[in-house]
């Protein structure tokens, strides 16, 4: 399987997830299982996705499901069904799916796209980042008091940046970091983030040329399911220097 079917195979999981989304309506979609954090919605888009995305000898990492198919795959495919699913829950218009390939030199191609919008963001591994065609790039901001950060959580202390917002995605936070929307991404919270969350908006801020770390120098290309990880992203290294300090603990 080369690149582009997979994220042929990408698009299409896409237009199931959004489809199946818009079907949930009324009290349904704010419907909560006994998994903390978890919507009923979150499930249903997963049984739908991974029956796009099951192909032979490809493994499977979902934040819903877990890890399916063969053990040691060539490629694995991580993918978050409904990454934003409590701003999905609320009628906020700002949650994804989210999908990443990996395969035995690290991450290969990704794609993230707003389930509300339709806007789609795409990376495959030495040929750039685009969004709905375009290519993308991160703006060129170096200080910190010029910057429009996005926060997951409280931040340890303000830093002096223009202004901030939390937005509710980490797949959507850092398209936005990689096509210049926002200049950074500060995780405040204490290693949350599994890979399904990351690994698609890694790819595509490394293509772009953005900068994401683990705030604690962990490897962010992992699909063990159980790995969890603090990131920062920026638009320049200066700027994710600057931003550190506020990360607070890990």
């Known amino acids: 399987m ?67 198919g063969p053990d040691h795959a060539d490629v694995t495919i991580v993918v978050d069904p409904v990454d934003g699913s409590t701003n999905c829950s609320r009628g906020i218009p700002y949650w994804a799916i989210s999908i990443a390939a990996v395969d035995r030199d690290g991450l290969w191609c990704a794609l993230v796209a707003n389930g509300a919008t339709g806007q789609t963001t795409t990376a495959v591994r030495g040929r750039g980042a685009s969004c709905d065609g375009d290519h993308i790039r991160p ?46 991404w500060l995780d405040c919270l204490r290693s949350r983030h599994g890979p399904w969350d990351y690994l698609a908006g890694l790819l595509v801020c490394r293509e772009a040329g953005a900068v994401v770390v683990d705030q604690c120098g962990r490897e962010l290309v992992v699909t063990d399911a159980s790995a969890r990880r603090k990131l920062l992203a920026a638009a320049t290294p200066e700027l994710l220097e600057q931003l550190r300090p506020a990360g607070g603990q890990a």
């Open 139 to 184: 703006a060129a901001t170096t200080h910190v008091e010029d910057s429009f950060i996005a926060v997951s959580g409280m931040p340890a202390f303000e830093l002096g940046w223009q202004q901030f917002r939390a937005l509710g995605s980490a797949a959507l936070t850092l398209c936005d970091v990689a096509a210049g929307r926002v200049d950074g």
């Open 2 to 68: 080369e690149a582009d079917d997979l994220l042929a195979l990408f698009h299409d999981a896409a237009a199931v997830q959004r489809a199946v989304v818009a079907s949930i309506v009324g009290t349904e979609r704010s419907r909560r299982t006994d998994v903390p954090g978890q919507y009923a919605l979150d499930l249903i888009a997963d049984a739908a996705v991974l029956d796009v995305l099951r192909q032979p000898d490809v493994a499977i990492v979902s934040e819903e499901s877990g890890r399916t």
